[in-house]
């Protein structure tokens, strides 16, 4: 027996959001939920409620979660019309959240030292915000790291002070930490240089 059509739509774009989702950093997550505003969930008042975390703190790993499921809690509690309403506006957002640091794919082999000790490994993604850090180490949500990485032959090594903001099999995502001018000048060069390498890809094949 075959599943109606919108339910079969509904689970794509539930395994879309899911990718996404885990994707994204503690604020981003936090600020989706103010697209259910107004969408009928009258019955789910508290779980509407909008965590509002103090200047620069951490969300922990277990808090992560719950916000999470939060979220799918209340995507699966909507009918048709108001998921389409949501997912129109979720695609606005999400297109606020890439300009406002953009991602581009890399292999960027770097240096990260945390509690003295030292670990070379590879960024596969980079935005002005943060970068996804392959590696099979095991980490804490907040932690304290420090990266360095070459960006170019005649110049010294970028190095950057980030802490930990998202927790994934084979990886972390890091978040830079009071970044000088002269890094933020620096990173947003190697960004442009990369978005060219995949602009290039993209027209070759």
Known sequence: MQEPSWQVEKKKILTRLSIAIYKMTDEQLISLLHLFEDLDLKQNEKLLEIPKPKPDEI???????????????????????????????????????????????????LDLAANGRAINCFATDISAGGMFVESCE?????????????????????????????????????KYESLTQYQVEILKDLINRFHRQVSTQFKVD
Do not use: W
Not at 154 to 168: F, G, H, I, M, T
């Open 59 to 109: 969300i922990s790993a277990r808090d992560r979660q719950l916000l999470i499921a939060r979220f799918f809690l209340l995507i699966n509690q909507l009918q048709e019309a108001d998921l389409l309403r949501f997912m129109s506006r979720y695609e606005r957002k999400r297109f606020a959240m890439l300009r406002e640091f953009p991602r581009v794919p890399c292999n960027i082999s």
């Open 138 to 174: 095991s980490f804490t949500m907040g932690q304290p790291v420090s990266i360095c990485f070459s960006i170019g032959q005649d110049q010294l090594p970028l190095k950057l002070k980030a802490s930990v903001v998202r927790l994934e099999h084979g990886g972390i995502g890091v």
